[in-house]
């Protein structure tokens, strides 16, 4: 895929690996603004399964404290029908 086509260009980081899909590239998120000029925010995401992280250095599958870190439990509220 050409990363042109993306609309940013994502770090290709050999030292790099996704903790939640093992993909080895992430890219700095910038949302547009209403004028049409694009704003940098201060996360960065996984360009293989878009999560979004603010520090890719412990996001990092290969770091040492975060490979052996268990996943987070996320624990939802269960919606009643009414």
């Not at 399964?49 to 939802?76: G, K, Q, R």
Request: overall charge positive; glycine content about 8%.
């Amino acid at each position: 895929m050409d990363d042109s086509r993306l609309g940013f260009l994502p770090f290709r980081t050999w030292g790099w690996k996704c903790r939640l899909c093992g993909f080895g590239r992430h890219h700095r998120v910038a949302v547009p603004r209403s004028n049409g000029s694009r704003y940098e925010t201060s996360f960065f995401a996984c360009s293989g399964c878009s999560v979004m992280f603010l520090n890719d250095a412990t996001f990092n599958a290969w770091h040492a404290i975060t490979a052996e870190a268990e996943p987070a439990v996320i624990v939802t509220p269960v919606r009643r029908r009414q």
